[in-house]
């Protein structure tokens, strides 16, 4: 069992001072996994007061030196990718080799990546006679989720760093293995105290960093409900705020795309992370002549989903996060099949692993565009297939949800797939199978949140502009 009752604080890991707790559970066994102490308004005041003293001098030095130092960070994560992606396999479920890929070796990439971009896109500009400065914000206040968390919590730290900020990291309380060691490898990297300061908690820790008044700007990945409460709240102290939420993304195929790719990108992206993933394709679009030939393949497809513990490597599947996440997702389930909706797959009452927080991958077929089941998002393994008679119908349908973070589109051909893409009201569209691009700007229209994070984009969101006019050259001014 891992104690994470120590808060990272002007460089020091302390002792935390209340007695609350949250327990971990290994999502595969349900046994406990560890306690992480709830930080007190106390402890993230004196983060805050941290992250102050030392922004003076961070936010002079040469981009090129704080790219440096995201790099050394990025040099000691690397030394630790093993014990990172069975840790973050035991607490969210995910299968070990894509732990390991996905939630470790990706993240790691991304810091360097970010360090690499950091001297370009921080240059000053010239406009005309005035000359564009990139400002760093000042202390940013940064809170994160369970899904990805070493990925949700480098899209904000290491960009904010690069561009000058320091920062108070409030990880999730349910996945906090990798945000202690990005602390460990802060300290090692030599990073100058109170740069990075982690004050582990809960709702109630991340409330004390919203409040804090020291706190210039508010970056915050999960749910739409808490996004909104910390939006409001931000609003009333003039905060900077940069919200990553929730998503309900479609998957729109036209007649003649073809099937069998269509069905091998939804499931992987439905399922991946057992659906807790916050771009996962949770509705598939299909003309309803082919509505029987999607049924078919996708039935089929789900059989290869065996699932099992994320250490097993015949895994394809893990269990949820946690137990009151299972039940929600449940809940949702059963209220999909008391809707006498046409079950495709899984289920209710499907055959589980004896033990953990299993939910069997589930296919529901012919589900209303405006039921919850298409309207809400269930953040588990759920897949919604909807049918839609013309192409202009099913783009309303794709765009027919409060959220916009990613979508998919898929035709005979490139071209009218783009057509299609353009269409879209979401953050990121994917054209026929295209891959992730680690670079492109991620974030949503409407409910998915405000601003973008990863690549340039998301440096961008942790500066502040300042123009500097210039005198006119006394040629111009006596002209
Ligand atoms: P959550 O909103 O419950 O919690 C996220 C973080 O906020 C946690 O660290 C939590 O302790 C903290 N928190 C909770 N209430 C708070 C409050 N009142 N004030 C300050 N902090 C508070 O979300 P979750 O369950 O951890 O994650 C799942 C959600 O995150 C899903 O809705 C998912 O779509 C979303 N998500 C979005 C993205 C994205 O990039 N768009 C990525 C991953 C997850």
Known sequence: MTAYQHHLIDGIWTAAQSAEITRIHDSASGTELGQVAHGTREEIHLAVRAAKNAFASWSTLP????????????????????????GVAAEVGMPLKLSRRIQVQMPILAWRATADLAVECLADVALGHSTLNHVPVGIVGAITPWNYPLHQITAKVAAALVAGCTVVLKPSELAPCTARALGEAAVAAGLPKGVLNIVMGDATTGQALVDHPD???????????????????????????????????????????????????????????????????TRLLVPIELYDTYRALLADAVTRLTLGDPLDSATRMGPLVSAAHRDRVRAMIVEGESQGLDLIAGGSQAQLPANGYFIAPTIFGRVPPRSTLAQQEVFGPVLSVITYETEQQAIDIANGTAYGLAAAVWAGTTDHALTLARQLRAGQVDVNGAPYNPAAPFGGFGDSGLGREGGKYGIEEFVEIRAIQMPVSSARETA
Do not use: H, M, W
Request: with cysteine; proline share 1%; aromatic share 4%.
């Open 63 to 86: 981009v090129s030196t704080r790219a440096d130092y995201v790099r050394g960070i990025a040099n000691q994560l690397e030394e630790q990718v093993e014990q990172l992606a069975q």
């Open 215 to 281: 706190v210039a700007l508010l970056s915050f990945t999960g749910s739409t409900a808490v996004g909104r409460r910390i939006a409001a709240s931000a609003g009333q102290a003039l905060k900077r705020v940069s919200l990553e939420l929730g998503g309900k993304s479609a998957c729109l195929a036209t007649a003649d795309a073809p099937a069998e790719s269509v069905v091998r990108q939804v499931v992987g992206s439905c399922f991946l992370n057992s659906g807790q993933s916050c771009n996962s394709l």
